[in-house]
C-alpha cells in the first residue's frame, strides 16, 4: 500500500496560472518534504515542514509556497508557474529530519502550456 | 554545506556482472548516506542505507562500503538483472537540512 500519495499524477496549467499540488501520508511522520526534479537531475529540495514548522530553502523561488493543515497532508502552490517550472515534483516523508530515511511518493509531473 | 559528487554518471554492464557506483560527500558532519533506486515515472526508493559507525552492510546482493576517513561511500550490486536497469541516487545528511542527493547514476544491464 503507498504511504506517501501525490495527487494528481499529472498536472497540466498554463503560464502564469497557479496550481496546486497535494501529498498525504500514513506513516504519520513528523516532517514532509516537497523536492523539483528536473529531467536527468536530482532531487532539488524546495522547503520541508518539521511538524508545523515551516523551512524554505535560501534558493527557492517567493513562487513557491507550502501549506500543511495537519500532519497527514501538504501542499505546494505554485502562484505564477513560468515555463522554467515545469519538472516532477516529489513530496516525502521522514519521523525527523537527520539520520532517517526519506520516504518518497511517486510525484506529480507539471507541464505548462 | 554539504556537496556530494557522484559517478559514473551512466554505467552499462552486462547481466550477471557487478556494478559498483561511487560518491564522495564534503561536509565530515554528515553521519547517514542512503542510496535510492528510481525507475522511470517513479518516485525514488531506498534501496539501502548506513550510518557512519558502521563500514559496510549487505543485503542480498545489494552492499555499501563507507570509509568516513576519506569521505566516500560506495553501492556494490552483485549478479546483476534486468530489473536492476534504473537511475540510482546516493545522498549524505544528519544534519537539520535534511539529505543532499548526488546527481545520479542511470545504470544499464545489458542482456
Known amino acids: 500500500d503507498a504511504m506517501v500519495i501525490q495527487n494528481p499524477r499529472y498536472q497540466v496549467t498554463q503560464f502564469g496560472k497557479p496550481v496546486t499540488l497535494s501529498c498525504s501520508q500514513t506513516?504519520?511522520?513528523?516532517?514532509m518534504y516537497w523536492y523539483q526534479q528536473k529531467s536527468s537531475q536530482a532531487p532539488k529540495l524546495l522547503f520541508h515542514y518539521y511538524d508545523k514548522d515551516f523551512n524554505n530553502e535560501a534558493d527557492t523561488p517567493d513562487n513557491f509556497q507550502s501549506r500543511r493543515p495537519n500532519t497527514s497532508f501538504c501542499f505546494l502552490d505554485i502562484r505564477s508557474p513560468g515555463l522554467g517550472d515545469a519538472a516532477m515534483y516529489l513530496c516525502a516523508t521522514s519521523r525527523v529530519t537527520s539520520n532517517q530515511p526519506q520516504h518518497f511518493g511517486d510525484g506529480t509531473r507539471l507541464s505548462i502550456l | 554545506g554539504e556537496n556530494v559528487e557522484q559517478h559514473p554518471s551512466t554505467l552499462s554492464v552486462q547481466e550477471g556482472d557487478s556494478a559498483v557506483i561511487k560518491c564522495t560527500y564534503s561536509d565530515s558532519a554528515s553521519n547517514y548516506f542512503p542510496w535510492y533506486k528510481q525507475e522511470l515515472g517513479k518516485g525514488p526508493q531506498l534501496i539501502i542505507d548506513?550510518?557512519?559507525?558502521?563500514g559496510e552492510k549487505k543485503d542480498q546482493r545489494i552492499a555499501v562500503t563507507l570509509n568516513k576517513t576519506a569521505k566516500h561511500f560506495s553501492l556494490h550490486i552483485t549478479e546483476t538483472q534486468p530489473e536492476d536497469s534504473a537511475v540510482y541516487f546516493c545522498a549524505a545528511g544528519g544534519g537539520a537540512d535534511g539529505l543532499t542527493f548526488g546527481k545520479g547514476t542511470h545504470l544499464i544491464i545489458q542482456p
Open positions: 506513516l504519520n511522520h513528523n516532517v
Open positions: 548506513i550510518r557512519s559507525n558502521v
